[in-house]
């Protein structure tokens, strides 16, 4: 079964997501299960550093243990994705701006790659694949609402994918990537500008989870 959506509710685990190793690992167990050994070698890193990353985020309960293995007079350690963890707009904004910029470029990062590798594979070249940009005007009112129907796409679909995985086992199933974008659109602001625009932002949305 795939991993459930889990609300985060403690700043502490924030950080701890906020480390671009950590969000490849996430991205690898949701797909399936592996040892550190594998995940060093599929993200091309040292054992040591990957085995570091993993043991944090079992310590955390992001990922479990699902079986042992004995090979060779040594154990393999066999880790899946236990939860998928989502930050909820009030923690958002009691957090750091310094680990909201982490989290968010580690979050950006597994999905630029997700969408190039798929691009690479002609997963675009069908029919039922969807890749747009709106580039649109909306006052404060039309905004909010437009995040609210983001916010319900993508729970519909968890549902989906929940109502999917309980059907027969004959019927096929495909792995599906949905990523969810509703953002500013950037101009030529200096840093100072763009520093101001952030904290401003920021103050927003506490204001509009404390409303």
């Not at 079964?1 to 609300?7: E, F, S, T």
């Not at 998928?84 to 910029?101: D, I, N, Y």
Request: hydrophobic share 45%.
């Amino acid at each position: 079964m795939h991993a459930q959506l889990v609300d985060i509710d403690d700043p502490r685990l924030v950080k701890a997501l906020a480390h671009p190793i950590r969000m490849k690992i996430l991205n690898i167990l949701d797909e399936r299960t592996a040892t550190p050994k594998e995940l060093a070698e599929a993200l091309g890193l040292p054992l040591e550093n990957v085995s570091y990353h993993v043991r944090t985020l079992k310590d955390f309960g992001f990922i479990k243990l699902e079986r042992t293995r004995q090979v060779r007079g040594a154990v393999e350690h066999h880790y899946k994705l236990a939860a998928r963890p989502r930050v909820g707009s009030k923690l958002w904004a009691e957090v750091p701006r310094v680990v909201q910029e982490a989290l968010t470029d580690a979050t950006l990062n597994v999905i630029v790659e997700t969408i190039g590798q798929a691009a690479l594979d002609g997963a675009f070249d069908t029919g039922n694949a969807v890749a747009a940009r709106h580039s649109v005007v909306l006052d404060d009112a039309a905004y909010k609402e437009a995040y609210t129907i983001m916010k319900e796409a993508a729970e519909r679909i968890e549902a989906l994918s929940e109502e999917a995985q309980k059907r027969s086992k004959k019927d096929e199933k495909l792995r599906v990537s949905a990523a969810f974008f509703l953002f500013e659109t950037p101009s030529a602001l200096t840093t100072e500008d763009a520093a101001g625009r952030r904290d401003r932002a920021a103050r927003r949305r506490a204001e509009q989870s404390t409303a």
